[in-house]
């Protein structure tokens, strides 16, 4: 069927079900229910331009997000902040991060990750604009900004769950992979875009002047979306809505507890855990490792080639792994391949920086792993909505979470390392191995069938939002 709608001379996914499963009198209400979903998914056209169009959303979104640590040391300047109330507001990001995770996917899955989309950006692209205002109007800048970091992360929190309910309930499986790497290229993207853009507006018109750009364009780009794609019908979400998802409602309510049994979503759930933690803090600790053991080197190289490489590595693995799935290969074996090199391969140059005794080398192992960490994009990412497209969003949203507080930790951990050892080499050992407990698991337990429904009631269940 991949093939056919790939290739065929007719290749809309519409036509191709209801050949499979014509309407007729012989269970009509399971085929037609099952023609319906598959009619909700974009065309090829239509999915091309609303990858380009999250890629630019993921992109701003980065952008506003980093904004604050690029502006901090200004800030903190300004305000008489110590390094610890700098810590404070730059950290209370994460915090509202983590508790929207959940509720975003819920959301999405129930009302269409589209509407999430567009909600929360407008409202993070606002908030961002407003930030420079609450800080220069509000007696106590360090709550003002506290405040503001935390909403900013509530906000932001639901973003990739929505992202994810999006694809799974609007992208056939043999092309997620590409939209999903694609989209997830945006925030590598958009760390270089405010990391050059913004360094020299803040050398230029002041901090103030990157919160600004940054938020209205996250503002218009949302208004695009709504003007262009939506075609200006009204994102709104009421109670009604959240609490009419029909067969999918009762599905969650029914099954969640046996979803989360299934050993595959277990797998999942782990594997992405110890993804974001090795992650989260290769991000928080190489600039530091870069600093300490290469004094003399120029900080752009360090800060820019790694995310050079990981742009063009990032498509790479979407193109890959959907062209292995439109070849005929397993699913399954697709995405266990994808992390394979995401969390195996990529320790390999993990490893190879405890012996590092050139700066050249060390930036080329740290591009080599930064690269291959974005293989997860076509991997464990794109898994969740293979196991459990009725409820991607929420589902994600709860591995999205469990990864941020464990990233939170290990972050720490690490630098509890650092000064007990007096080397790097057990932060990198560290990150190896938890690398290679998450791929272990998702190599033994992974799977690509759906499980968020009974074998039996399979083609029963009308999953259409």
């Known amino acids: 069927m991949a093939i056919l709608q790939k290739h065929g001379k007719i290749s809309s996914p519409e036509v191709v079900d209801l050949k499979d499963n014509p309407p007729d009198s012989f269970g009509a209400v399971g085929s037609q229910k099952k023609w319906a979903e598959s009619s909700a998914h974009w065309s090829r056209p239509l999915a091309r331009v609303w990858t380009v169009v999250l890629l630019l959303g993921t992109c701003l979104l980065y952008c506003a997000r980093v904004a604050m640590p690029i502006c901090a040391v200004s800030m903190a300047e300004q305000f008489k902040w110590s390094k610890k109330e700098t810590g404070i507001v730059l950290g209370s990001f994460f915090w509202g991060y983590c508790f929207t995770q959940v509720v975003g996917g819920y ?126 019908e009204g994102p709104i979400i009421t109670l009604e809505s959240l609490g009419s998802g029909g067969t999918q409602s009762k599905l969650s309510k029914r099954h969640w507890l046996r979803l989360l049994k299934q050993p595959a979503v277990c797998a999942v759930t782990i594997t992405h855990l110890c993804t974001a933690s090795t992650f989260f803090t290769l991000l928080s600790w190489l600039p530091t490792f870069f600093k300490d053991t290469f004094p003399d080197a120029k900080g752009w190289v360090f800060n820019v080639i790694p995310w050079f490489v990981a742009i063009p590595s990032s498509l790479f693995s979407g193109c890959l792994s959907d062209h292995l799935i439109g070849q005929g290969f397993d699913t399954a074996a697709v995405r266990k391949l994808m992390q394979f090199f995401s969390m195996g391969v990529s320790s390999i140059f993990t490893l190879f920086l405890c012996g590092t005794t050139t700066f050249p080398t060390a930036v080329a192992f740290v591009s080599a792993t930064m690269g291959l960490t974005t293989f997860s994009h076509s991997g464990v990412s794109v898994n969740v909505q293979d196991l459990a497209p009725s409820c991607a969003g929420a589902l994600f949203g709860v591995m999205n979470t469990c990864g941020a507080f464990t990233g939170v930790l290990m972050v720490y951990f690490s630098g509890y390392l650092i000064e007990a050892t007096g080397s790097w080499a057990s932060v990198f050992a560290l990150i190896s191995l938890v690398n290679l407990l998450g791929l272990g698991t998702f190599l033994t337990f992974a799977e690509a069938r759906r499980v968020d429904i009974e074998g039996s009631k399979a083609r029963h269940h009308n999953i259409h939002i």
């Open 107 to 232: 959301i999405s899955d129930r009302v269409g990750g589209e509407k999430v989309l567009l909600l929360s950006a407008a409202a993070w692209g606002a908030m961002t604009a407003f930030t420079p205002i609450l800080a220069h109007f509000c007696s106590q800048p360090i709550v003002s900004m506290t405040l503001a970091r935390f909403l900013m992360g509530l906000l932001q929190g639901v973003h990739y769950p929505s992202l994810a309910s999006l694809c799974s309930q609007k992208v056939v499986e043999s092309e997620r992979g590409f939209l999903m790497s694609t989209v997830g290229s945006g925030s590598y993207l958009g760390t270089l875009v405010i990391g050059a853009a913004g360094s020299l507006m803040l050398d230029l018109y002041g901090w103030e002047s990157v919160f600004y750009v940054s938020g209205l364009l996250s503002v218009l780009w949302a208004y695009c979306m709504w003007k262009y794609l939506l075609k200006g």
